[in-house]
């Protein structure tokens, strides 16, 4: 089980949730807390594939999103000609 602390101001811990699916996360660094009380996190840096994972407030995670799209340098050649500037801002190396 792992335990998510999220901290409110004074470092008091203003939300608690425990994690009792087996879909492991890795590293999310962009985390949000839904409405409705869930929490979404954002795998993008060396995680593959790129996903949204939803933690909700029983401990149950779900992928809520992937990006499986694999850019060979060609790919990137043609959507810089489109769109000029692309190959050079894109973060991920192809």
């Not at 995680?47 to 499986?68: C, I, M, W, Y």
Request: glycine share 10%; charged share 20%; proline share 5%.
């Amino acid at each position: 089980m792992i335990v998510i602390l999220l901290f409110g101001r004074g470092r008091i811990p203003a939300l608690q949730y425990s994690i009792n699916s087996n879909l492991s996360v890795n590293g999310p660094n962009n985390i949000a807390v839904s409405q409705r009380g869930s929490i979404l996190m954002c795998e993008d840096g060396g995680s593959d594939p790129k996903r949204l994972v939803v933690l909700t407030q029983s401990g149950n995670t779900f992928p809520s999103a992937e990006n499986r799209i694999a850019l060979d340098e060609g790919d990137l050649t043609l959507i810089d000609a489109i769109y000029p500037g692309t190959k050079e801002n894109f973060g991920d190396s192809a």
